[in-house]
């Protein structure tokens, strides 16, 4: 199956640092949280990499303090196949008789 490797940047923004780090770790400990249902939307891998240096902004008028963090991750691209692709599936007799004959 084919995959893609990316960085994913993710920028968390706050009116105070005490506050923009404290959803850090609010963001942190929800991927840690939902690491089983991400992987199965298909990811393969995703590691943090780094955070970035510490940051302001000024947007609609007002000061953010912004913390960035990266994170690695693969992504498999999954093709899902419709149930009635699945049905019709049929078994090739041949390899029956070859089952039977392996069964001891």
Same mark, same amino acid.
């Given at each position: 199956?084919? $995959?893609?490797?990316?960085?994913?940047? +993710?920028?968390? +923004? $706050?009116?105070?640092?005490? !506050?923009?780090?404290?959803? /850090?770790?609010?963001?942190?400990?929800?991927?840690?949280?939902?690491?089983?249902?991400?992987?199965?939307?298909?990811?393969?891998?995703?590691? +943090?990499?780094?955070?970035?240096?510490?940051? $302001? !902004?000024? #947007?609609? #008028?007002?000061?953010?303090? /912004?913390?960035?963090?990266?994170?690695?991750?693969?992504?498999?691209?999954?093709?899902?196949?419709?149930?009635?692709? /699945? !049905?019709?599936?049929?078994?090739?007799?041949?390899?029956?008789?070859?089952?039977?004959?392996?069964?001891?």
């Amino acid at each position: 199956s084919k $995959h893609f490797d990316c960085e994913i940047q +993710f920028d968390i +923004f $706050h009116q105070t640092a005490r !506050d923009a780090n404290k959803l /850090v770790d609010e963001f942190e400990d929800f991927l840690t949280m939902y690491t089983g249902e991400i992987k199965r939307g298909g990811i393969q891998e995703f590691v +943090f990499l780094e955070q970035l240096e510490d940051d $302001h !902004d000024f #947007r609609w #008028r007002e000061n953010y303090y /912004v913390r960035s963090l990266v994170y690695f991750a693969r992504i498999q691209k999954i093709t899902p196949i419709p149930i009635y692709t /699945v !049905d019709q599936i049929t078994i090739d007799p041949s390899i029956l008789a070859l089952k039977a004959k392996l069964e001891i």
